[in-house]
């Protein structure tokens, strides 16, 4: 079963990635990624310009002699797990002096050149948006030089590269559909390490889908920093859109769009995507998510925290009263939507009246699921630069466990609603508990297992739920639904 409350859990991450190998490639390449789903995604596309290159996966630390990492910057954790993560490299290398050692991602971008002076172990340093770089820093890498590309791009947005997928259930998959964000939360280190918003360009998207759907994937996910604000004109910087020509602008295609092709294209594909941010959120893509079946009646809808002057200080474009009445007209189109949350206890000066507003809106809208932070201060952001991170490491500590044990509450509430209903189900993978059970998800993004039968990872089935936690529904199928 998953743990009751999702959390995300910075320990479990950084598993080795690995892949169908090829015979003619060579060398091995360990890759790890740690954050965002986006991270993973960007490891794959990081994977596949390497089997170019004649790397082949590998799980076996001691044997590679490439070992790149992906990291995040998101919380001060993140980062403290890769660096304990290089220092493990690091004792491997003293064996196998041929190794070499690439940082990539967020961290790469936060901490450039400085990275070869502090972790002197490290060769390589690829910020997000120079993976294609990578075969020309490896050949400075190979001949004893370390090698840094951290520039932010305007267009780059991978869409010419096929990821080669990594540790797939090769049921469900990520499509990045945007890079970058432009929001500028005043907690947040994405603006300033994933560089600014650009879309990709949605014939690119349709056809990745239809490799996918080709190779049998029955779910893809649609990621960005902020799918809603999703907007294609012919490329660039989405800040830009104001200089296009007029023909580039009465064409363009935002989300609600995108997403309205990708589910008709693809009928027999669920279709789900994240993250939406409430000041982006259109009721358009209610009413599209409302008229194709085959997209999920799941929305990650981050508010970070339920007090007006919170919202303010973290520079989120909406107030509380906004997010609620959003959030019921999400409700009056869609009564089974499925809402999930972010939230950050102990920003700079929050009091416990802000504290209680944020329990109290969770109150109101009840999500199924949550991701809870306390607040962790990051250089360079405003909130970095500028405020006072003044709530005490306790108080932040308290503050988390109370919206940690309310989420549970919720997510309770919400299992229970299933309880007697025949629902479809997507076969995911085993149940981590029980080697006899399928693991698999409805349309609102709930859990469920049951027993395995004659049924097979990929099909769709109708499940009687019988019983639940607070994370995972138990049922017994019924038979196979009518998509597969
Ligand atoms: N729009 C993005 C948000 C990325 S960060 C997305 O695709 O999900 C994911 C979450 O991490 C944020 O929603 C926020 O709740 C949390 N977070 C970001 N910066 C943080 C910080 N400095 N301290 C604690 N949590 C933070
Ligand atoms: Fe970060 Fe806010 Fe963008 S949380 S990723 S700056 S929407």
Same mark, same amino acid.
């Given at each position: 079963m998953e743990p009751s409350v999702k959390v995300i859990n910075e320990k479990i991450q950084g598993k080795a990635l690995v892949t169908e190998n090829k015979i003619e490639n060579t060398k091995k390449l360990f890759i790890e990624s740690y954050g965002c789903q986006m991270n993973m995604n960007d490891s794959e596309i990081v994977a596949a310009i390497l089997d170019k290159e004649g790397y082949n996966t590998t799980q076996i630390l001691e044997e590679a002699d490439l070992v790149l990492v992906n990291t995040c910057s998101i919380r001060e954790k993140a980062e403290t797990s890769v660096r304990k993560r290089l220092q493990k490299y690091n004792a491997v290398k003293k064996i196998n002096p041929k190794m070499k050692v690439g940082v990539l991602g967020c961290m790469a971008e936060r901490l450039k050149e400085k990275f070869l002076e502090e972790e002197k172990i490290v060769d390589l340093v690829v910020g997000p948006d120079a993976y294609k770089d990578l075969p020309n820093l490896l050949s400075e890498v190979s001949e004893g030089r370390s090698a840094v590309n951290v520039i932010l791009s305007k267009d780059e947005t991978y869409g010419d590269i096929s990821p080669v997928r990594l540790n797939t259930n090769g049921v469900t998959a990520f499509v990045s559909i945007t890079r970058g964000c432009d929001n500028m939360c005043t907690f947040c280190v994405v603006p300033f390490t994933r560089g600014r918003e650009r879309s990709r360009d949605p014939k690119s998207i349709l056809e990745e889908i239809q490799s996918m759907v080709d190779q049998n994937f029955k779910e893809i996910t649609l990621l960005g920093q902020n799918v809603d604000s999703f907007l294609w004109f012919g490329g660039g910087l989405k800040k830009d859109f104001k200089k296009a020509t007029e023909m580039a602008r009465a064409t363009a295609i935002g989300f609600a769009e995108l997403l309205d092709m990708c589910a008709t294209k693809f009928p027999k594909t669920r279709f789900r995507f994240s993250t939406s941010n409430p000041q982006d959120m259109s009721l358009d893509v209610i009413h599209v998510m409302a008229k194709h079946i085959n997209i999920c009646k799941y929305l990650h809808l981050p508010?970070? /925290?339920? /007090?007006n002057a919170m919202l303010k200080a973290m520079n989120r474009q909406h107030t509380r009263e906004e997010y609620m009445t959003l959030v019921d007209n999400i409700f009056k189109i869609i009564p089974e939507m499925s809402l999930s949350q972010d939230m950050i206890v102990g920003f700079c000066g929050e009091t416990e009246e802000d504290h209680q507003d944020t329990l109290a809106l969770m109150q109101y809208v009840k999500y199924d699921f949550g991701f809870m932070f306390t607040y962790s201060e990051r250089p360079g952001t405003l909130a970095g630069n500028k405020m006072d991170d003044d709530v005490p490491q306790p108080v932040k500590k308290r503050r988390l466990q109370e919206i940690i044990d309310l989420q549970q509450e919720h997510a309770l509430f919400r299992t229970q609603q299933h309880l007697g209903k025949i629902e479809e189900f997507l076969i995911e993978g085993t149940s981590k508990k029980n080697p006899d059970e399928w693991k698999a998800r409805n349309t609102q993004n709930t859990i469920a297992v049951f027993k395995k039968e004659h049924y097979k990872l990929g099909d769709f089935v109708n499940v009687k739920v019988e019983d639940c936690t607070s994370a995972t529904l138990k049922g017994t199928v019924v038979g196979y639904s009518d998509n597969n």
């Open positions: 508010v970070q /925290s339920g /007090s």
